[in-house]
């Protein structure tokens, strides 16, 4: 399978040229092209997370520390004291970057369920909610951003596979299949509630019909 440089390398790659087609064509702003680029780069590793000593899975949990510390300490009314802020913020830190790595690890398997569609779509629906009822963007932002980390886990996945294939030696590797499948066959309790969560999410997602609009007529109109 490919490394941790060539699917960054790649997916940033794709996001640049989906960005600057964005730009060229007049369908995205400067700032919309650069979220889509980091987006599509940032989808293009998402797959790893399974992986326990990959570089992606370590970063992702980096971000979800701070994420948390900023979501609990924001929350906490009234403010309490500069002392016991410090207390809350470090003790959520290391709970969500030591321990929730360690479970996260400890539960996960490399080329499993995040190896996947459904993973792929997990991510998607998750970036919709985040940027609609976190970030309050309008429905075709959020969708738009869903989209482009969703087009950078397909990439990472259809890599995988292309390095499963060894044209020099005219063989299939034994890895060829496990990185492009709907779901986690050797666990289907795994994908089952991992099913269950991607419908949740796409209950509290926007309506994807303002986002169809706005592709069909911008992009699918200027550049077929």
């Not at 520390?65 to 959520?92: K, R, Y």
Request: a positive charge; charged letters at 10%.
């Amino acid at each position: 399978m490919a490394n941790f440089n060539t699917h960054i390398n790649v997916a940033a790659t794709c996001g640049g040229v989906v960005a600057i087609a964005g730009l060229g064509e007049g369908i995205l702003s400067v700032s919309q092209a650069l979220i889509a680029w980091v987006l599509i780069s940032v989808g293009g590793i998402l797959p790893d997370v399974d992986s326990d000593h990959a570089k992606p899975v370590k970063a992702l949990f980096t971000a979800l520390a701070a994420g948390a510390v900023i979501l609990v300490v924001t929350h906490m009314q009234p403010m309490p004291p500069t002392p016991i802020l410090l207390v809350v913020g470090i003790s959520v830190y290391l709970v969500v970057r030591i321990l929730g790595y360690k479970v996260f690890a400890q539960f996960s398997a490399h080329r499993g369920i995040y190896h996947s569609l459904l993973a792929g779509a997990l991510f998607m629906a998750a970036t919709i909610v985040l940027c609609h009822q976190v970030l309050a963007t309008n429905a075709v932002l959020a969708w738009g951003c869903g989209v482009a980390v969703a087009l950078g886990f397909l990439i990472h996945l259809i890599l995988d596979e292309i390095y499963s294939v060894d044209l020099v030696g005219a063989r299939i590797k034994r890895s060829f299949g496990t990185a492009i499948k709907p779901i986690d066959f050797r666990n289907p309790l795994n994908s089952l509630v991992m099913g269950g969560i991607v419908v949740g999410l796409f209950f509290l997602a926007p309506s994807p019909e303002p986002f169809a609009k706005w592709f069909s007529s911008q992009w699918l109109g200027r550049l077929i």
